[in-house]
């Protein structure tokens, strides 16, 4: 399946892995770039030396292209964007911000740079300070959220820009990238799938609950502090919203979520953790491998396109 995404990047499929802190280290991003899509290691709120670690322990595992998706509010998001120049990576996708400061120093060391927007104005407004595709990712995925649905946001990015458009938010499979490319996208971002995929290494009870988690699992916390964020529903979340609706100062709900992400990643705190998912997680039923959700997505999107039932 070629497209200009899979041009752009040297990849096989027009497949990314979302950037999810904590989630997306190494192991998960070799899978996915040796499975012939784009892996990437999240920078989250990380030091540069780790992201700089996992550059090098990625290169160890796989000779495919491999991106960093850098969170621009992290205090060292500076000395990352360095490290991005000086370890040879060639793509590099963002979130939380702007990259247009930076954008001078990864075009002239030859790297792909692909924002993540939730608005037609931030897609044009990089596309002129010269980002080479755009991440248009609706509402419905986990993590950090903007407003519009996937449904709505990709054709009118695609549009409004001139660059390739990849749509993320709520796609675990052929159905949502067949979808997805009828909008107007080359190519798809998926994350919530690949988190409890087999190479993810997420505790077993936050892989579980995603498995477990129905269509009306997930919550959205944040909100009134301008910084909503998609969750599955447990004993932290439903703190957060009674405090939220009451009314609560921001450092309290600040309080409630301190190292949460990291607690449900790595401690498997399920009722205290933030467990991170997107609303495609009632879709998802079993641990699969990447390669496996890469090649039946693609599969199953090329027999949908041309006008087959995914099953045949």
């Not at 649905?149 to 052929?174: F, H, S």
């Not at 159905?175 to 971002?189: C, D, E, S, V, Y």
Request: glycine letters at 12%; one cysteine or more.
């Amino acid at each position: 399946m070629k497209t200009e995404i899979t041009e752009l990047l040297g990849i096989e499929y027009p497949v990314i892995q979302g950037g999810m802190a904590w989630v997306a280290e190494c192991h998960l991003a070799a899978a996915v770039s040796n499975a012939g899509g784009l892996g990437l290691i999240a920078a989250g709120g990380a030091p540069a030396e780790w992201v700089r670690e996992q550059i090098r322990e990625t290169k160890k595992l796989t000779d495919k292209p491999f991106g960093v998706n850098i969170m621009l509010m992290n205090p060292e998001s500076e000395k990352v964007a360095k490290v991005i120049v000086e370890e040879g990576v060639k793509v590099v996708t963002t979130g939380a911000g702007s990259p247009e400061k930076y954008m001078a120093d990864w075009k002239a060391a030859g790297v792909k740079v692909i924002p993540v927007v939730a608005s037609v104005a931030l897609a044009k407004r990089m596309e002129r300070c010269g980002a080479d595709a755009v991440v248009a990712e609706g509402c419905e995925a986990g993590g950090h959220i903007g407003e519009l649905t996937t449904m709505v946001l990709v054709p009118q990015v695609v549009d409004a820009v001139k660059i390739p458009v990849i749509a993320a938010g709520g796609i675990a499979d052929g159905r949502g990238m067949a979808a997805a490319f009828m909008l107007g996208a080359k190519g798809i971002q998926m994350g919530t799938v690949f988190a409890a995929s087999k190479e993810s290494v997420i505790h077993e009870n936050y892989k579980n609950s995603i498995i477990k988690a129905k269509d009306i699992d997930s919550r959205v916390t944040g909100r009134s502090t301008g910084h909503p964020i998609r969750v599955l529903r447990n004993d932290m979340v439903r703190r957060y919203l009674e405090l939220e609706k009451a009314g609560a100062p921001f450092e309290e709900l600040e309080q409630l979520t301190l190292g949460s992400l990291r607690k449900a990643v790595q401690e498997g705190d399920a009722k205290n953790g933030s467990l991170m998912a997107g609303q495609i997680a009632g879709m998802i039923k079993e641990e699969r491998s990447c390669e496996d959700i890469i090649k039946t997505t693609v599969v199953d999107a090329g027999k949908l396109m041309n006008g087959v039932s995914a099953d045949e």
